[in-house]
């Protein structure tokens, strides 16, 4: 009997390490604005990777087990990444530097795919006319960008929330 909640057990520490990975790859940084078809298949995954945790177990307690099992297995990840930097850098996002001092980084925007309009509107949406104006403009882990202009009288932060257009969906 405790075998079989060991096997839900190591199944949905499996499950949890392989969407863990995923979500790294497949770009974690789309998590934060869910649109439909994101929320879809967030669903979808929840549903097909259910079986391979609880197995043929479909009782209550297989259900906690498994439950429990993954809140315990982010609790330990998220004090392991607490406490190991590479395990951090490996699993967390870092924010992203796209403009400096009103000079753009191109290379982090084309590898971050954010495209020069996105910036223009950004920098509207903080009141800024030019991307010069800009000191500091960083993508941040949560998917906004966040803007402090180059005023020196008036040196403010706001945060614009980036909206994916159809094409980065498909990626």
Known sequence: MYYQYLDIITRSVAVYFFMTIALRIFGKKELSQLNTADIILILLISNSVQNAMVG??????????????????NFIIKKLTHRYKGLNDFLMDKPEVLIHDGILDFKTLSRLDISHEELKEAAREHGLEHLTDIKLAMLEIDGTISVISGDKKELKQTHFKRKHNHKNLRK
Do not use: E
């Open 56 to 73: 043929p177990d479909t009782s209550l307690w297989g259900g906690l087990v498994a439950a429990l099992a993954l809140f315990i297995i």
